[in-house]
């Protein structure tokens, strides 16, 4: 029951927005092993390495979705690919590089798709 309940609360909020207590994080992490959910001190390690920000509130460390998606590729690096922790900041950096240049080319796409378009409606009008 418990499980159906995060796994809801995971599909009802989005991205940035911090939710979960680091004792809900670390049982995110692992949904298909409920039982065996991450030690709190692994994440607590994870961002005194800087692979992971949760938000602060007070002494309270909150996770939002985005940061359980990350903790879960950190440990399939970690974990399933036998990548350490070093190894897991420079894929991790590359990603973000990837994302970031990804983004950009969209939205210069997106500009000369409109620049094309407003010089093909001038040249309908001259």
Do not use: C, W
Request: no cysteine; proline share 5%.
């Amino acid at each position: 029951m418990r499980r159906m309940f995060e796994e809801e609360m995971m599909r009802r909020s989005e991205g940035d927005e911090p939710l979960y207590t680091i004792s809900i994080a670390a049982r995110l992490v692992r949904p298909d092993k409920p039982t065996e959910p991450i030690h709190p001190q692994t994440l607590r390690m994870y961002e005194k390495l800087g692979l992971i920000t949760p938000k602060r509130v007070g002494k309270n460390r909150l996770y939002s979705n985005r940061d359980i998606e990350r903790l879960r590729q950190i440990q399939r690096y970690t974990q399933d690919m036998g990548v350490n922790l070093a190894g897991v900041e420079v894929i991790m950096r590359l990603l973000e590089r990837m994302e970031n240049m990804q983004r950009e080319m969209d939205e210069r796409q997106e500009a000369m798709k409109r620049e094309m378009e407003q010089r093909l409606r001038e040249l309908r009008k001259a």
